[in-house]
């Protein structure tokens, strides 16, 4: 495990959250993928019927909801995703000269963020992008965001599946606690839709697209009215083959399809819930600990939002009895599972109403399996 013992001092001032303008409820959902099912079955009535192929199952919005938690999603671009025939979004691809999507997304968050962090441009030194899934290899997305900007210094992207919030904020507590930038921007703008299987049953209601950021610096630079101090960071990762993405250039090199069957997500959900439940729970009550509190006294816990029925008992085996939505709220029922942001939009979403002096957690897990939490403390400034 990764552990610093941080001097005190060092605080997010200021979070952003962008989403976008089109959402897509689970009734949508289902009724494009089960008109899919329809037309693959009939197209493949007879390898189904000699028993060469599987049918694909319906789906319904009770099954989704009671699975995951999810009752709807957000995304860039909904019509193409909806299309029984298309199954996926359509997002035209943008000259080398234009903004690319991604950072698009990363700019309009990292604005609100600078907004309420009452920072500009000129006070940031470095800038990270952290997502589960990246739109290209180089030049960086963040390079692009900082340019977009006007941010002097330096940028890079970074990736730890759901976990890359955490970890990209870790790496931004640990550049302005090490002198190496006066204040950080983190960007975490996740494009997931075009990664997701709309056509498998099992995963195509999970993700979906939505962008956040945060500003790390020193106290005495924060001009907000209140700020969260950073008490301790944690990292952990645990190799695991549960969830796997194995879409990739090389690909091409080994005569494959690129898209085809095991490229996109896949997940074994039923060992991810049995394996990263209890290490989850294992690593914050550890951090809690470290940092001074008792996991049942901790005000409130901003968990990563991949699947209610996770969030629930990690939250019951911290809290006990104490347990509820107030102290760690969801809000995958309408961003689902948002990779590495979830834990980021819960923060912003619920932290304005708690007190000087209480403390919580944000936490991440997922593939890798990787695990990065943050144990903050509101201030008043």
Request: hydrophobic share 40%; proline share 4%.
């Amino acid at each position: 495990m990764s552990e610093y013992k941080l001097p005190r001092g060092i605080v997010i001032s200021g979070t952003g959250l962008w989403t976008p303008p089109e959402s897509i409820s689970n009734q949508e959902l289902v009724a494009a993928y089960n008109a899919h099912a329809a037309l693959y079955n009939r197209k493949y009535a007879a390898e189904i019927e000699a028993g060469e192929m599987a049918p694909k199952l319906e789906s319904s919005a009770e099954f989704i909801e009671k699975a995951s938690g999810i009752k709807s999603r957000y995304v860039v671009a909904r019509e193409g995703i909806l299309d029984p025939e298309r199954m996926r979004p359509y997002l035209p691809e943008r000259a080398d000269n234009e903004l690319c999507l991604q950072a698009e997304m990363g700019l309009a968050a990292a604005k609100l963020a600078l907004e309420k962090a009452g920072k500009t441009p000129e006070d940031i030194d470095m800038v990270i992008v952290g997502a589960s899934y990246l739109q290209r290899a180089y030049p960086a997305i963040a390079i692009e965001i900082q340019a977009a900007l006007g941010v002097e210094g330096f940028a890079f992207d970074m990736e730890v599946a759901c976990s890359s919030a955490t970890f990209s904020l870790q790496r931004a507590v640990d550049a302005v606690a090490s002198g190496s930038a006066r204040a950080v921007l983190v960007v975490n703008p996740e494009l997931a839709s075009p990664q997701i299987d709309f056509t498998d049953r099992d995963s195509h209601f999970i993700f979906g697209d939505v962008a956040v950021a945060s500003v790390v610096e020193r106290r005495e630079s924060c001009t907000a009215d209140t700020a969260w101090e950073v008490l301790g960071t944690k990292a952990q990762t645990v190799f695991s083959n549960n969830i796997r993405s194995n879409f990739g250039y090389t690909a091409r090199a080994a005569d494959v399809d690129p898209f085809g069957p095991g490229k996109l997500f896949r997940q074994n959900g039923r060992r991810v819930f049995k394996e990263v439940c209890p290490m989850a729970a294992a690593h914050i009550e550890a951090h809690v600990r470290e940092t001074g509190s008792e996991p049942a006294e901790v005000r409130r816990y901003w968990l990563h939002q991949a699947n209610i029925n996770m969030n629930n008992l990690i939250a019951k085996k911290l809290m006990g009895d104490g347990a509820n939505a107030e102290r760690a709220p969801i809000v995958l029922d309408r961003y689902a599972n948002t990779g590495c942001a979830g834990s980021v939009i819960a923060f912003n979403l619920h932290s304005d109403d708690l007190q000087p002096g209480d403390r919580g957690v944000i936490c991440s897990f997922g593939a890798g399996y990787s695990i990065g939490s943050l144990v903050l403390e509101k201030i008043s400034l």
